[in-house]
C-alpha cells in the first residue's frame, strides 16, 4: 500500500517568514495529492490539493509543488500569519476507479508561528 | 450547513464496553469513512463505505465494525473495547469520483 512521509515534525517560524513543509509518496500510482489543516479540537480541513498531471498549485500565499520522478510534493507558505499556526497534512490517494478507498496520510507538521 | 456531524463529542468507556460512534451527512455523497488519530500517527483509515450497502477495511479494522445505514449515515461500532482504542475518530465523507474529503470534528474516545 501508500506509505507517506512528512517533515519536519515541528516547525517554528518568525511572523512574516515562509514555511515548507515536505512530504514522500511510496506508490508511483497515487495521483491526488490534498494537504489539510487541523486547528485544535477541530477536524482537518483541505486547504490545497494538486493532481499528478500538474507541477505547481497556488492560491493565494498558499503553493503546493509536484516532483512526480521523485514522488515528492511540498506545500509552501508565505508571509505567515499567527492564525497559520495548526498541524499540517498531507496525504496522497491512489488512482481506485472511483476514489473511495480513503486517504493515506503524513503524521503531521505542527507550524508554530513566532509573533 | 452542518457537513459532517459526529456524536458524541467525548467519550469515556471502561475496558469490554461496548458503544457506536455516528455519523451523519448532509452533502448527499456516496462515499463515508471513518479514521482514527493518535499522537505522531498521523490519521489512520479504520474503514470506508465507497456507497450505500457496501462497506470495506481501511489500515486498521481489528476490533471495530461499521455499518452503511443509509446514504446519510455511517456508524461505527467498538463490540469490546480496549485501551488501545483510546483515541480520536474522525469521519469523512466524499463524492464518488471526486477526491475532496470533508471531514467532521471528531469523537474523543477514552478506554480506562
Known amino acids: 500500500g501508500e506509505n507517506v512521509e512528512q517533515h519536519p515534525s515541528t516547525l517554528s517560524v518568525q511572523e512574516g517568514d515562509s514555511a515548507v513543509i515536505k512530504c514522500t509518496y511510496s506508490d508511483s500510482a497515487s495521483n491526488y495529492f490534498p494537504w489539510y489543516k487541523q486547528e485544535l479540537g477541530k477536524g482537518p480541513q483541505l486547504i490545497i490539493d494538486i493532481r499528478s498531471n500538474v507541477g505547481e498549485k497556488k492560491d493565494q500565499r498558499i503553493a503546493v509543488t509536484l516532483n512526480k520522478t521523485a514522488k515528492h510534493f511540498s506545500l509552501h507558505i508565505t508571509e505567515t500569519q499567527p492564525e497559520d499556526s495548526a498541524v499540517y497534512f498531507c496525504?496522497?490517494?491512489?488512482?481506485?476507479?472511483?476514489?473511495?478507498?480513503?486517504?493515506?496520510f503524513g503524521k503531521g507538521t505542527h507550524l508554530i508561528i513566532q509573533p | 450547513n452542518a457537513g459532517v456531524t459526529q456524536t458524541p463529542k467525548f467519550q469515556v468507556l471502561k475496558t469490554g464496553q461496548s458503544m457506536t460512534l455516528q455519523c451523519a451527512q448532509d452533502m448527499n455523497h456516496n462515499s463515508m469513512y471513518w479514521y482514527r488519530q493518535d499522537p505522531g500517527m498521523g490519521l489512520r483509515l479504520i474503514y470506508y463505505?465507497?456507497?450505500?450497502?457496501?462497506?470495506d477495511k481501511g489500515e486498521v479494522p481489528n476490533g471495530y465494525n461499521v455499518s452503511r445505514l443509509n446514504k446519510r449515515e455511517f456508524s461505527l461500532r467498538l463490540e469490546s473495547a480496549a485501551p488501545s482504542q483510546t483515541s480520536v475518530y474522525f469521519c469523512a465523507s466524499s463524492e464518488l469520483g471526486r477526491t475532496e474529503a470533508f471531514f467532521g470534528q471528531g469523537t474523543r474516545l477514552t478506554v480506562v
Open positions: 463505505s465507497a456507497s450505500e450497502g457496501t462497506t
Open positions: 496525504a496522497a490517494k491512489g488512482n481506485s476507479g472511483g476514489g473511495a478507498d480513503g486517504l493515506t
